[in-house]
């Protein structure tokens, strides 16, 4: 990318929609234990990622959704090549991105960006708002039309911070603000994608809202896609159009959003739904998914399916067998459950709250 690249047109420009922005195929990532003495040596393996597959298309918004540990962070660090792949495949626009090196991945560095998910340490103390939202342009060489800090400043007024405030220092600012620095500074070299790692659960719930708000205008507007990460079930129905469900380093099922929230096929996704509050009171709740136990280790997760030590279903095929991701009979194009004894699709109060019984992992 020349010094002379400018920054007008948006992001998706050279992108048709539609288009395969991103592919990713038996994405793994295991980051190793080390142990002995006097000489250490590898005795294990942490599991983060295990072989999840998916795809973004060009200014589409994919949610990323599981339980704490379950490997959405460390997915969404491998798409920007902050980790380093243990194998698997990502392509971006086709180029096969996983085992680049820092020379072969600079030309793209600018079109994949990320919104981290602590406002208060992704920032760093010492240097003004202006240094931190241009330090990607200088990086990357790139000198826009008026100069940077005229981008600058014109970044600051997109996510609706006063432009004249990009000398003051992160301190002087409050967490949603904050978060909107970070925002402005993936947006500096206008990326076609963005990884957003859990972007307002460090916020206030009224502040929450107001950055949702503010990727949303963005996507709609610049074209841009989004892997969006996030726990809060409904904050990523009103912002993803499809959505992935993990569990322990895998993905169990991924569907348009109205398919996955309307008809989930995995008894995973079915007792994360349910344990959604429900904002109207007048409504008829459904009855709580109680799951037991906590999620396996993933240094030694269980065989087969990973989700049968606490699945209410589970049957002796469960531990034998792991599921394939596939699209079931009955299910809606592209709705891919990994399950052997998926649910019917309906969420429609249960006929009774469900405990699974406690089984010990293999």
Known sequence: ?????????????????????????????????????????????????????FTVGAGESLGLVGESGCGKSTT???VTRLYEPTA???????????????????????????IFQDPYSSLNPRHTVGTIISGPMEINGINPPGGREARVKELLEIVGLNPEHFNRFPHEFSGGQRQRIGVARALALNPKLIVADEPVSALDVSIQAQVVNLL?????????????????????????????????????EIADRDSLYNAPRHPYTHALLS????????????????????????????????????????????????????????????????????????????????????????
Request: aromatic content about 6%; charged content about 25%; overall charge neutral.
């Open 1 to 53: 990318m020349s010094a002379e690249q400018t920054l007008t047109e948006p992001a998706a420009s050279a992108t048709a929609p539609g288009e395969t922005l991103l592919e990713v195929s038996g994405l793994t990532k295991h980051f190793p234990v080390m142990g002995g003495f006097p000489f250490r040596r590898q005795v294990g393996a942490v599991q983060a990622v295990d072989d999840v597959s």
């Open 76 to 78: 969404g660090r491998l």
């Open 88 to 114: 698997g495949s990502i392509k971006y626009l086709g180029q096969e991105i996983a085992h680049a090196s820092r020379k072969e991945l600079a030309p793209i560095r600018s079109e994949i960006q990320m």
């Open 216 to 252: 949303q205008k963005l996507q709609r507007e610049m074209g841009i896609a989004f892997v969006f990460i996030a726990h809060d079930l409904s904050i990523v129905r009103h912002f993803s159009q499809r959505v992935a469900v993990m569990y322990l380093g895998k993905i169990v």
């Open 275 to 362: 344990a959604a509050p429900d904002a109207d009171p007048d409504s008829d709740a459904i009855e709580r998914i109680r799951l037991t136990g906590d999620v396996p280790s993933p240094l030694n997760p269980p065989s087969g399916c990973r989700f049968r030590t606490r699945c209410w279903k589970a049957q002796d095929k469960c531990a034998s067998e792991e599921p394939p991701l596939i699209q079931l009979g009955g299910s809606a194009a592209g709705h891919l459950t990994a399950c052997h004894f998926p649910e019917d699709g309906v969420t429609a109060k249960p006929a009774k709250t469900l405990v699974p019984e406690p089984r010990d992992a293999e």
